[in-house]
């Protein structure tokens, strides 16, 4: 439903995300105020940044230039329906 939190920032970074019908939005909270990172709909996919960037925390060449959060495989990003939205996700 247009609303509907799919994924929050904070939560754990495990699943892929792929949108089968309607729009999403992202966005991450910067500074306390909202910063809209983008918009996907259909055959469009998120979710990979963050399982990513866990591959990569694992890897202390690189780990020195992650966040927090990112360390910590944590989203870094939520996703909200705009409209009815249908997505699979993949574990």
């Known amino acids: 439903e247009p609303g509907q939190v ?10 892929f995300y792929v949108v089968r019908l309607g729009t999403v939005k992202i966005a991450a909270n910067v500074r306390g105020r909202e910063w809209v990172v983008g918009k996907m709909s259909s055959n469009q996919y998120f979710g990979h940044i963050a399982l990513m960037i866990g591959d990569l925390a694992k890897d202390k060449r690189v780990a020195h230039l992650l ?10 990003a939520s996703v909200t329906a705009l ?9």
Do not use: C
Request: glycine content about 6%; cysteine-free; hydrophobic content about 25%.
């Open 6 to 15: 799919i994924v929050s920032e904070g939560d754990p970074a495990n699943d």
């Open 83 to 91: 409209d009815p939205v249908s997505y699979t996700h993949l574990t």
């Open 67 to 76: 966040r927090p959060e990112e360390l910590a495989g944590r989203r870094t």
